[in-house]
């Protein structure tokens, strides 16, 4: 017996995938309206807790994660949920409560550009954002309510616009808890987290769920973290997946103090400023931030025989005031006291996305599903940069307004030409309006407008002997900073191009495993690069990555869940300049395998092993970062039938790796005014314990 099993239908010139594309992945027990016969009925088996059977994705590199796999692996971080994606490496180079450094398919999405992220249909991504474009803070996820992760790599896909050229992840939570529980975390450094929800049924229909998340940490370094944050939801439901609506109000607050990378040459000296030095110090101890965030997101679908419509909503409220110091005393005559700069910024978001498919008539010659949608978000921002000292002004640098609209229109059409032949194509025409006030820079301020057209392409083979062959095409884009378009020296486009190709294959010939293997291409008319110094992000130079990933999920028996995933990723620029053309923080191996057991006896417990490879840190390749490996241990016991004990072990080999590593010029106190350039490190934290006690109720 598989660990899952899902139910499928499917008229008969369709693979099962035209139901799950047809109604978004809903429940297929729901699934009432199509106009099927039961001699249609297919059952599929999924195996390993992941709905990517044969017949369920269009391409080797989709897939959606379940909730079983999710809760299985230990996390250091909430944003490490995404790790689950083969191929996707999760770290951070600051304090805890920043949005987390990314890496997918050979790019270092920094904060999150050119990975599109949403919850609950809300997008994470933010645009034009004081500290980085496209900065995705998933701090305020509440990982026991996950329900499942969808994921897409590459820029095939219609629906997905902005920051979606190297993929996308849609989270969703539960909108029904099994039982309410409660979970206290005990662990090093000072780490305390308390989680607990509840689940009200109102109706036989409508149900309540509450939640409230506090933890504190202070991690492993000299100057402590001082980590506090408190998280709060509250979700209303009714209905099915497929019939039905829910609404989720979100409430987040932190604030932490932040040790940033350090210079090896420091290091290396072993003290600075006539004391000791380490790995765990920081040159600029007063680094750190505050943020907040809250927002009201609804969703609502209806499935009829004729076609299933959808509705997403979203108002978002969020703020950031982020201290950073990395260059430390490069300019001691106008700034005596340091480099520290001050980024903030104070954010309103509305949007909206509408979507209608709708199946063939019975009497066409080929079963087809058509698909309109659009999509409406609107930004208002106010943010700033500041030269500072200690978290104290001594300098204005830049303060704007930024209003910023996008409208995206896509069309898609699934088209069944046989049992075995399916062909999806899609068009989608995005417009960005960008609108700049700037108050210390006026010469600056402006509006422009800038506009994409985006075809997509996807052919399906197969199943032949339970195996699928893919090939995707799609042209895809990000957005720059709106500051960086309306700049009136060396403006950027508001919008940059990508292109991407991929041929895969699924295969699940044995019954117990699962492969996919997927080959692609990925070229970029620019790469983005984040300028501290002017607050905004800006267009580099061309590019191009060539990559391989591969995937296997074994079940062999019902105890047991093997999972091994491998990317590996050439990544160049695609232009010539003597300075070289490896592209800097560009991951190139990427190796993932986890192994967990489940139900003996008592006892259930999972171990994984990350392995990332060495990145270019320069453009002639010349300094490398290092290579690492690290594995996470959980190891769970049921007391009782309501009471659950779990001991995670988190870097179990207490390797001393490195969670980025940046090459640059800095200078300390007392070194040439030239500064130095060198390796700079930010380390992972070393062998830590956490102890946790769920009682449910």
Request: hydrophobic share 35%; aromatic share 10%; charged share 20%.
């Amino acid at each position: 017996m598989s660990m899952l099993s899902r139910t499928f239908l499917a008229p008969k010139h369709c693979l099962p995938c035209l139901v799950a594309c047809f109604v978004s992945g809903v429940q297929s027990q729901n699934i009432t309206g199509l106009k099927v016969s039961q001699a249609q009925i297919q059952d599929i088996e999924i195996y390993g807790h992941y709905d990517n059977a044969i017949g369920s994705t269009e391409s080797a590199s989709k897939g959606v994660i379940g909730s079983e796999v999710l809760v299985s692996r230990a996390l250091l971080r909430p944003g490490e949920i995404l790790e689950h994606i083969p191929g996707m490496v999760v770290t951070q180079h600051s304090g805890d409560g920043k949005a987390n450094q990314y890496f997918l398919r050979g790019m270092n999405l920094d904060h999150g550009t050119d990975f599109a992220t949403s919850l609950n249909g809300m997008p994470i991504n933010m645009p034009s954002h004081a500290h980085g474009q496209g900065y995705t803070d998933l701090n305020f996820l509440i990982p026991e309510l996950v329900n499942k992760v969808q994921y897409n790599k590459g820029p095939y896909y219609a629906e997905s616009g902005d920051f979606s050229s190297a993929g996308s992840a849609k989270i969703t939570y539960r909108t029904q808890l099994k039982e309410p529980f409660a979970e206290l975390s005990l662990g090093l450094n000072g780490y305390q987290r308390v989680v607990a929800a509840n689940t009200v049924t109102l109706n036989e229909d409508t149900r309540l769920i509450s939640a409230l998340e506090r933890m504190n940490n202070n991690g492993p370094w000299r100057t402590p973290e001082g980590l506090r944050k408190t998280n709060a939801l509250l979700s209303l439901a009714q209905g099915t997946a497929s019939n039905g609506w829910s609404s989720f109000f979100s409430a987040y607050q932190a604030h932490w103090n932040a040790t940033d990378q350090v210079p090896s040459r420091l290091l290396a000296e072993g003290q600075y400023g006539g004391q000791g030095f380490g790995l765990f110090d920081a040159v600029d101890p007063s680094d750190g931030a505050k943020t907040n965030r809250y927002s009201l997101s609804g969703e609502w679908q209806a499935l009829s025989k004729e076609h299933t419509d959808k509705v997403n909503w979203y108002g978002i409220y969020s703020d950031l005031n982020i201290f950073s110091n990395f260059t430390y005393f490069t300019d001691p005559i106008s700034r005596p006291f340091g480099d520290q700069l001050e980024q903030f910024e104070k954010r309103n978001v509305l949007g909206a996305a509408f979507s209608r498919s709708w199946l063939s008539d019975e009497k066409a010659s080929h079963t087809f599903v058509n698909t309109l949608g659009l999509q409406l978000r609107q930004d208002a921002i106010h943010l700033g940069l500041n030269n500072t000292a200690h978290r104290t002004v001594m300098q204005n640098v830049r303060l704007d307004n930024i209003k910023q609209l996008q409208i995206g229109v896509y069309a898609e059409n699934e088209m069944y030409w046989q049992e075995w032949l399916k062909t999806i194509a899609g068009l989608r025409f995005d417009q960005f309006n960008f609108q700049v006030n700037g108050f210390l820079l006026p010469e600056n301020s402006g509006a422009k407008q800038s506009t994409q057209l985006s075809p997509k392409f996807s052919l399906i083979l197969g199943p032949w002997q339970k195996t699928e062959l893919f090939y995707n095409q799609g042209q895809g884009f990000h957005s720059n900073d709106a500051r960086g378009v309306l700049a009136k020296v060396d403006p950027v486009p508001g919008l940059i191009a990508s292109m991407g190709q991929e041929i895969g294959l699924k295969t699940q010939v044995l019954k117990n495993l699962q492969t996919t293997l997927a080959l692609w291409r990925l070229r970029f008319d620019s790469e983005l690069y984040y300028s501290g110094e002017t607050g905004s992000t800006q267009a580099g130079r061309p590019s191009e990555r060539r990559g391989v990933e591969m995937a296997h999920h074994f079940t062999p028996t019902e105890h047991w869940l093997l999972d091994a995933t491998f990317a590996w990723t050439k990544a160049r620029y695609s232009d010539k300049d003597p300075a070289g053309n490896f592209i800097p923080n560009a991951v190139d191996k990427v190796a993932n395998l986890s192994v967990t057991a489940r139900n003996f006896g008592p006892w259930s417990g999972s171990i994984g092993v990350r392995y990332i490879g060495p990145a270019a840190l320069i453009e002639n390749n010349s300094v490398q970062s290092a290579p690492s490996v690290s594995a996470n241990l959980r190891v769970s016991k049921k007391i009782n039938s309501s009471t659950l004990v779990t001991l995670d072990v988190l870097n179990l080999l207490n390797r001393h790796n490195n969670d980025i590593a940046y090459y640059y010029n800095s200078r300390l106190s007392g070194e040439s005014m030239a500064g130095v350039d060198d390796l700079h490190l930010h380390p992972s934290e070393l062998r830590t314990f956490r102890l946790s006690t769920k009682i449910k109720f």
